[in-house]
């Protein structure tokens, strides 16, 4: 069992509908045909939207990913239409909401790694292999890989796992053309996006995108992009292969749902406690450096 712990009354805004409650965000038509996509403050781990929220996570998400979308207009188009909130939308909307374009989604996970930890890491271990990708004998938590690789999953509804998949399976399903441009847009993003960390001391060990297709029928990219929610950042001056590392997104929060501290057992049924304010601050503490690592700003999210 797994999903939302409360799940979360949607806001009626005149104007919109409401489509969807994500892990994060809402998403909302509007009369025109455009989304409109609010981030809130929710965090999940382990297949669990959590009871407790991190204070000015969705103004932070929202700001990094319109920060990485400028910087990546040159490889791929994105579904940004306006930062604004649409008439009437309540006042805590501003700083997270987007306007975006509708698309019709590729229901893949893109995800690329260029370190090898988490899920990669435990099916490496298991056959030497990433989603049919093989690897080098050696390798540890941490390993810096030769070359980023493309390894997808298919997308989960919420409460769900994402399951890994093959190249293979993706082409068997949507095509080798689509799969061929997806593992290239996805390792083209990827790079610039670990290329602009590593300057800033900050090491992208893996990341997953989503991507549609617009009216054109040209694939855009969608949702967030780049944040620690997405993402695993490390901080380079502490990297060292052979450990979990160090990191600036919800590992945090993982460690202590994991712990004896919090009591939760993650094989029963029951649900997740409540944060500690302990683990609130830090986790947003360690969203806030990340912000602030990469665009140079103070966060300012309230």
């Known amino acids: 069992m797994s999903g939302f712990v409360e799940k979360p009354v949607p806001v ?19 009369a025109d045909g455009s989304l409109v996509m609010v981030a809130s403050d929710r965090i999940s781990a382990y297949d669990w939207v959590l009871p407790t929220e991190i204070p000015g996570k969705g103004r932070l998400l929202t700001r990094l990913s319109l920060w990485w979308f400028d910087r990546l207009a040159d490889l791929t188009d994105n579904h940004v239409v306006s930062d604004t909130p649409p008439p009437g939308a309540p006042a805590d909307w501003a700083g997270r909401t987007l306007v975006c374009r ?18 990669g890491l435990a099916e490496y271990e298991a056959d030497g292999t990433v989603c049919g990708v093989p690897l080098p004998e050696g390798l540890v938590d941490g390993s810096r ?5 493309f390894t997808p999953a298919t997308k989960a509804e919420v409460g769900e796992h994402d399951e890994n998949v093959s190249y293979e399976a993706v082409a068997a399903r949507h095509g080798e053309a689509l799969a061929a441009e997806l593992r290239e847009r996805t390792i083209a993003v990827y790079a610039r996006g670990r290329e602009i960390a590593e300057e800033r001391g900050i090491l992208l060990a893996d990341t997953k995108f989503e991507f549609g297709r617009g009216a054109d029928g040209r694939l855009v990219l969608a949702d967030e992009v780049l944040t620690p929610d997405s993402s695993r950042f490390w901080p ?25 501290a919090s009591g939760w057992d ?9 944060l500690p304010d302990e683990v609130v601050e830090r986790t947003r503490a360690k969203y806030a450096e990340a912000y602030e690592r990469l665009t140079g700003r103070a966060p300012d999210i309230g």
């Open 145 to 149: 890989l030769a070359e980023p690789i």
């Open 102 to 119: 509708a698309l019709e989604m590729v229901p893949v996970e893109c995800v690329a790694r260029g370190y090898l930890t988490g899920s």
């Open 236 to 260: 380079a001056d502490s990297w060292e292969p052979g450990r979990p590392q160090p990191s600036f997104d919800k590992q945090y929060i993982r460690d202590w749902l994991t712990s004896s």
């Open 266 to 274: 993650r094989a029963a049924d029951a649900p997740p406690p409540e």
């Open 12 to 30: 009626e805004v005149p104007g919109l509908t409401h489509l969807h409650t994500g892990k994060v965000r809402d998403l909302y038509a509007a």
